[in-house]
């Protein structure tokens, strides 16, 4: 199971990252050349900027577009950012402050994690017009985001795992050491879990999370008067002319 894993989690890293950072330079490489920013927009870089953080972190634009949307989605999010910063303490010697912080909110945050996706699940067959634009694709990944959050839960509040040897099998892992790894299947069954997003994070919807900082109707400033908008292989065009 140890040697397994190592591996597992080794190659699934090298895709996760090999993966966002090409699609990300296809996002930075792909000409926009329209000026269509949603209005209303900012007039300046800083505006842009501003934007940018709200709709990161507020989810502001789907806050105006569906509230309830908005309540599930934001839940979930929560609850996964405070999961993913707690879960940073199994590859650091000693704890950080943030992590410290976040400690105490862990089970509540797993509640929220597992609620928020489990209503964002339920939405997809619930409501009409979303069940009729949705796709296997949709339900796949909310489902194994929702395994991954009850496995994790189910370690956290019923079946508990030794995450001492954890730890030490992710410290040992970052320096090329192979610790071993605890004999328990619910802890097999959520790692697994885990590899597998890691695997099709790349591929999926769930790149909207990059996509956002590149879509140009949020990025760009509406000065279209005062500004001519030119992406640069148009320009070079121009310039030919």
Not at 65 to 92: I, S
Not at 186 to 208: A, E, T
Request: hydrophobic fraction near 55%; aromatic fraction near 10%; include cysteine.
């Amino acid at each position: 199971m140890t040697i397994f894993f190592a591996i597992l989690f080794s190659v699934s890293t090298l895709v996760f990252v090999a993966g966002l950072a090409m699609k990300i330079a296809q996002y930075a490489r792909t000409p926009a050349p329209l000026k269509i920013p949603t209005t209303p927009a900012p007039l300046t870089k800083g505006g842009v900027a501003l934007r940018l953080g709200r709709e990161a972190l507020l989810f502001e634009s789907l806050f105006r577009g569906d509230k309830l949307l908005w309540l599930f989605a934001f839940v979930f999010h929560l609850g996964l950012a405070v999961v993913l910063v707690r879960h940073a303490r199994y590859f650091q010697g000693e704890a950080g402050p943030l992590v410290a912080l976040v400690q105490p909110l862990a089970q509540p945050a797993g509640l929220a994690m597992v609620a928020g996706l489990t209503l964002l699940l339920a939405r997809r067959f619930v409501i009409e017009r979303v069940r009729y634009v949705t796709g296997p694709s949709d339900i796949l990944m909310l489902a194994l985001l929702l395994a991954i959050g009850v496995t994790g839960m189910l370690m956290k509040c019923v079946i508990h795992t030794d995450i001492v040897m954890v730890k030490a099998f992710f410290t040992g892992l970052m320096g090329f050491e192979l610790r071993p790894l605890p004999a328990d299947p619910l802890l097999g069954l959520h790692l697994l879990l885990v590899c597998l997003l890691m695997i099709v994070f790349p591929f999926s919807k769930l790149l909207h999370a990059p996509g956002l900082f590149f879509s140009p109707t949020r990025n760009q400033t509406d000065n279209p008067r005062e500004v001519r908008h030119l992406a640069p292989w148009a320009a070079k065009l121009d310039e030919g002319q």
